[in-house]
T-cell receptor, first 117, second 110 residues
Framework: GAGVSQSPSNKVTEKGKDVELRCDPISGHTALYWYRQSLGQGLEFLIYFQGNSAPDKSGLPSDRFSAERTGGSVSTLTIQRTQQEDSAVYLC???????????????FGPGTRLTVL | RKEVEQDPGPFNVPEGATVAFNCTYSNSASQSFFWYRQDCRKEPKLLMSVYSSGNEDGRFTAQLNRASQYISLLIRDSKLSDSATYLCVVRTSGTYKYIFGTGTRLKVLA
């Protein structure tokens, strides 16, 4: 079946512009996660959504970052007034009982590589 | 102290060698443990979950030591294709939040 997809795959923007990154999770997965990975670094947790519960936003680095998940499916990560330090790969993952894996196995999308000039 | 710590490596080993990685975690309430593999410029993929009794999948063996709060990954008969970064991942009981280690780089040499 279809995996997690993300768009765009690459995004180059100028400092100060807003960007939107999209994630389509595996169908039926109730949990959705956003992570950030800077060059040569580990994954930094940003936010997760679980069903209809309030999202855990504890990893968002500043109020310039926000995320939504509409209809329990697609999610959008928005970065306002981008800064050069926002340059990274933004990874989305989903988990849940559908898809054949264990409920707590995360399946990652290919990521969006964001470059802020 | 980081919640999940790994030796960044790189571990350079010849083909056929056995190599082991450890990962320590600081939260005693941690409940679920995983090893993920990440190839260069690719997304992480689940290698194996780590169960309390230890588990094996082909050439890969994972162990959990709750008393000392570490998990390990053993790779036997290393292949060139095993070259990657191995990420230790921990989930705390009662949450859906996963903490990733920074990864251990493995290079298997011909």
């Amino acid at each position: 079946g279809a995996g997690v997809s993300q768009s765009p795959s690459n995004k180059v923007t100028e400092k100060g512009k807003d960007v939107e990154l999209r994630c389509d999770p595996i169908s039926g997965h109730t949990a959705l996660y956003w992570y950030r990975q800077s060059l040569g670094q580990g994954l930094e947790f940003l936010i997760y959504f679980q069903g209809n519960s309030a999202p855990d936003k504890s990893g968002l680095p500043s109020d310039r970052f926000s995320a939504e998940r509409t209809g329990g499916s697609v999610s959008t990560l928005t970065i306002q007034r981008t800064q050069q330090e926002d340059s990274a790969v933004y990874l989305c993952a989903s988990s849940g009982l559908s898809g054949g894996g264990a409920w707590d196995t995360q399946y990652f999308g290919p990521g969006t590589r964001l470059t802020v000039l | 102290r980081k919640e999940v710590e790994q030796d960044p490596g790189p571990f350079n080993v010849p083909e056929g060698a056995t190599v082991a990685f450890n990962c320590t975690y600081s939260n005693s309430a941690s409940q679920s443990f995983f090893w993920y593999r990440q190839d260069c410029r690719k997304e992480p993929k689940l290698l194996m979950s780590v169960y309390s009794s230890g588990n094996e999948d082909g050439r890969f063996t994972a162990q959990l030591n709750r008393a000392s709060q570490y998990i390990s990954l053993l790779i036997r008969d290393s292949k060139l294709s095993d070259s990657a970064t191995y990420l230790c991942v921990v989930r705390t009981s009662g949450t859906y939040k996963y903490i990733f280690g920074t990864g251990t780089r493995l290079k298997v040499l011909a």
